[in-house]
């Protein structure tokens, strides 16, 4: 079988390669999946480059998220009950770039077949994401305003148009006045342009303040995927108890900020990373979570864009495409045309 894999940590481009290799076998309580389709998501890029949460033991196979065909189990009442069942696969080893992979049957959902093979494979990392942080965390009530960083992602645009659909709303903090456009066309309650070159923490957090509160009082709901002066300015406008989880590091860059922001105000700073929330909850709640996303992906809400496909001897121009600011939508590898 083919796999994308790679030796050492470093650039996607440079120290990706496409190798032919034998077909895993599972183990008790595993599952073999014949993969149908994979995105490259910015999570996957930072494991390749050694910046992932969980670090990469080389050689191995990036993937964290897409659908497939569960083939074969190594037993088990779950791997039974998956057995010629489309399924997406929530990798939390990584090894989805690949036309098999194996994997804990906790980590596999059925997934409805009114759903393209396109939202299938983007069903979990951004959709489940973005509600449950929303949603399920930090419950932001209706009318209420949500703070969010890097808000031209795939993710962020899931998040106003989230926002929009259930009654709360969205200050969108982006880095480009292209971005401030667009999103303000889709239909974003505020759009801030913010360039860490051009301007201070103390000014965003100034206007977050002036926007959305009352009297000044500081935002209550807030979700940083950059870190940095930008995540640190957005926790300088926390209000009295507000709440901000920070979910990404795209900056690469820390949060600074002075203790006394949170004392004087009780406001939190709390880390959020779906994998480890999805382990500490039910199947059934898996199961009508994904019920419920199903619904919100067919309505349009959080449905992905997809920008192009790529084959597995594809991977160098994929990841490329993957990174190119210019290319508005997800990147994919389609892996297998057949779905059973």
Same mark, same amino acid.
């Given at each position: 079988?083919?796999? %994308?894999?790679?030796?050492?940590?470093?650039?996607?481009?440079?120290?990706?390669?496409?190798?032919?290799?034998?077909?895993?076998?599972?183990?008790?309580?595993?599952?073999? %999946?014949?993969?149908?389709?994979?995105?490259?998501? /910015?999570?996957?890029?930072?494991?390749?480059?050694?910046?992932?949460?969980? /670090?990469?033991?080389?050689?191995?196979?990036?993937?964290?998220?897409?659908?497939?065909?569960?083939?074969?189990?190594?037993?088990?009442?779950?791997?039974?009950?998956?057995?010629?069942?489309?399924?997406?696969?929530?990798?939390?080893?990584?090894?989805?770039?690949?036309?098999?992979?194996?994997?804990?049957?906790?980590?596999?959902?059925?997934?409805?077949?009114?759903?393209?093979?396109?939202?299938?494979?983007?069903?979990?990392?951004?959709?489940?994401?973005?509600? =449950?942080?929303?949603?399920?965390?930090?419950?932001?009530?209706?009318?209420?305003? *949500? =703070?969010?960083?890097?808000?031209?992602?795939?993710?962020?645009?899931?998040?106003?148009?989230?926002?929009?659909?259930?009654?709360?709303?969205?200050?969108?903090?982006?880095?480009?006045?292209?971005?401030?456009?667009?999103?303000?066309?889709?239909?974003?309650? #505020? =759009?801030?342009?913010?360039? &860490?070159?051009?301007?201070?923490?103390?000014?965003?957090?100034?206007?977050?303040?002036?926007?959305?509160?009352?009297?000044?009082?500081?935002?209550?709901?807030?979700?940083?995927?950059?870190?940095?002066?930008?995540?640190?300015? %957005?926790?300088?406008? $926390?209000?009295? #108890?507000?709440?901000? *989880?920070?979910?990404?590091?795209?900056?690469?860059?820390?949060? =600074?900020?002075?203790?006394?922001? $949170?004392?004087?105000?009780?406001?939190?700073?709390?880390?959020?990373?779906?994998?480890?929330?999805?382990?500490?909850?039910?199947?059934?709640?898996?199961?009508?979570?994904?019920?419920?996303?199903?619904?919100?992906?067919?309505?349009?809400? $959080?449905?992905?864009?997809?920008?192009?496909?790529?084959?597995?001897?594809?991977?160098?121009?994929? %990841?490329?495409?993957?990174?190119?600011?210019?290319?508005?939508?997800?990147?994919?590898?389609?892996?297998? &045309?057949?779905?059973?």
């Amino acid at each position: 079988m083919k796999a %994308v894999q790679f030796q050492k940590t470093g650039e996607p481009s440079a120290v990706l390669q496409t190798v032919d290799t034998q077909r895993p076998a599972p183990k008790s309580g595993e599952v073999l %999946v014949r993969m149908l389709a994979t995105p490259i998501n /910015p999570s996957d890029l930072m494991y390749i480059r050694g910046r992932y949460t969980v /670090p990469a033991q080389c050689p191995t196979t990036p993937g964290f998220e897409g659908v497939g065909v569960v083939e074969a189990s190594g037993g088990g009442l779950r791997g039974r009950l998956f057995m010629k069942r489309r399924v997406v696969v929530l990798n939390r080893r990584g090894g989805n770039w690949a036309d098999y992979a194996v994997v804990p049957a906790t980590e596999v959902i059925p997934i409805s077949s009114g759903l393209s093979v396109e939202q299938a494979a983007t069903f979990f990392v951004n959709p489940a994401t973005a509600w =449950v942080m929303t949603r399920e965390v930090l419950k932001v009530p209706h009318g209420q305003w *949500l =703070v969010q960083t890097a808000a031209g992602s795939a993710l962020g645009r899931m998040i106003i148009r989230l926002g929009q659909a259930t009654g709360f709303r969205t200050f969108n903090i982006v880095r480009r006045e292209s971005q401030a456009e667009e999103l303000r066309g889709l239909g974003a309650d #505020h =759009v801030e342009v913010f360039d &860490e070159a051009k301007n201070t923490p103390e000014e965003l957090s100034a206007s977050i303040r002036r926007t959305i509160s009352i009297a000044g009082a500081g935002a209550g709901f807030a979700i940083d995927a950059v870190g940095g002066a930008t995540g640190s300015a %957005v926790i300088q406008s $926390l209000g009295h #108890h507000g709440r901000m *989880l920070a979910y990404g590091t795209l900056s690469n860059e820390p949060l =600074v900020f002075s203790p006394r922001v $949170l004392m004087t105000t009780s406001s939190k700073v709390e880390g959020f990373w779906l994998g480890s929330y999805m382990s500490g909850v039910s199947l059934p709640y898996k199961l009508s979570l994904v019920h419920r996303l199903t619904k919100l992906i067919q309505a349009g809400v $959080l449905g992905t864009e997809i920008a192009q496909s790529y084959t597995l001897d594809q991977i160098h121009d994929a %990841v490329k495409a993957a990174e190119d600011t210019s290319v508005q939508g997800k990147v994919l590898l389609r892996i297998s &045309e057949t779905p059973v």
